[in-house]
């Protein structure tokens, strides 16, 4: 079984595999039960589809650099995630982001000079396998059973939000409302030695609130302006993470207690 191109593998992805009825005709699907696979990672992508979801239970900022792209904070240092337990599950009824929940399957151009996509998995997963019992993947036929079809449609929808997501960042980019992140946040018994976050962007609620009317009109017919506020809001959220990872003993400090080299959050 040839593995797809794999220059740069995504987050998560350790190895990429097609998905296809001769090596696979009698594999089956299991149940992910484990959360390990997000276990260390602070920033999960997000598309603009999920904004409003994702506002409830995390802080919604953008990379820094070119290219900037969405993500969900679920810690505020690289390696903490504050949602996964040391079971490795997550016991809290949180919106988990589609990237996540797409694993261990994507949707992966086989020829570097073709559009084409074929669905792909990480065979390390655990997930797919010649298992006795679970999912099956293929008919007797060889056809995509309901599960596969269904997993293909996620991939398909999930592909096409990006795409969306891209133009929503296209936009924000030709505004020019968006500027370098910092968050400093304080502790009560340690009022003059804040933690600061820098590292990432967010919107200039300034540059936002000096746009022309007819922009701020624009934004407000094509649903941009109620993605723009959800990412805003979430962002209160950043001391509530703060306390959720200071309560986990994972905030990084010196020796004699004060804040850490100011870390990057994407």
């Not at 337990?85 to 809290?92: F, Q, V, Y």
């Not at 792909?120 to 010649?130: N, Q």
């Not at 340690?190 to 009109?217: H, I, S």
Request: hydrophobic share 40%; proline share 7%.
């Amino acid at each position: 079984m040839a593995s797809a191109p794999q220059p740069q593998l995504p987050l998560f992805y350790k190895d990429l595999l097609p998905l296809n009825s001769r090596d696979h005709a009698d594999w089956k699907a299991g149940t992910l039960e484990s959360a390990e696979y997000i276990a260390s990672t602070h920033a999960i992508p997000l598309t603009s589809d999920e904004f409003v979801d994702a506002q409830r239970n995390f802080p919604i900022v953008f990379t820094a650099g070119e290219n900037s792209l969405p993500i969900a904070l679920f810690g505020l240092n690289e390696g903490v995630n504050t949602f996964v337990g040391e079971d490795m599950k997550i016991n809290e009824p949180i919106y988990l982001p589609a990237y996540a929940r797409r694993y261990p399957f994507i949707l992966a151009k086989l020829q570097p000079n073709s559009d084409d996509m074929s669905l792909c998995f990480d065979p390390t997963s655990g997930l797919i396998g010649k298992f006795d019992e679970g999912l099956e993947i293929f008919d007797a036929s060889g056809q995509p059973t309901e599960y596969t079809q269904g997993v293909l449609d996620f991939c398909r929808r999930f592909e096409e939000a990006g795409q969306r997501t891209k133009l929503f960042m296209e936009e924000l980019a030709k505004l020019d409302i968006l500027m370098d992140g910092e968050i400093a946040i304080t502790r009560n018994d340690m009022p003059d030695r804040p933690f600061v976050y820098r590292g990432f962007r967010m919107v200039d609620e300034n540059k936002l609130r000096e746009l022309p009317a007819d922009k701020v009109e624009a934004l407000a017919q094509n649903g941009m302006l109620m993605l723009i506020y959800a990412h805003l809001f979430s962002l209160n959220l950043m001391r509530t993470l703060f306390e959720r990872q200071l309560a986990q003993g994972k905030v990084p400090m010196t020796a004699d207690g004060a804040p850490a080299q100011a870390p990057a959050l994407n």
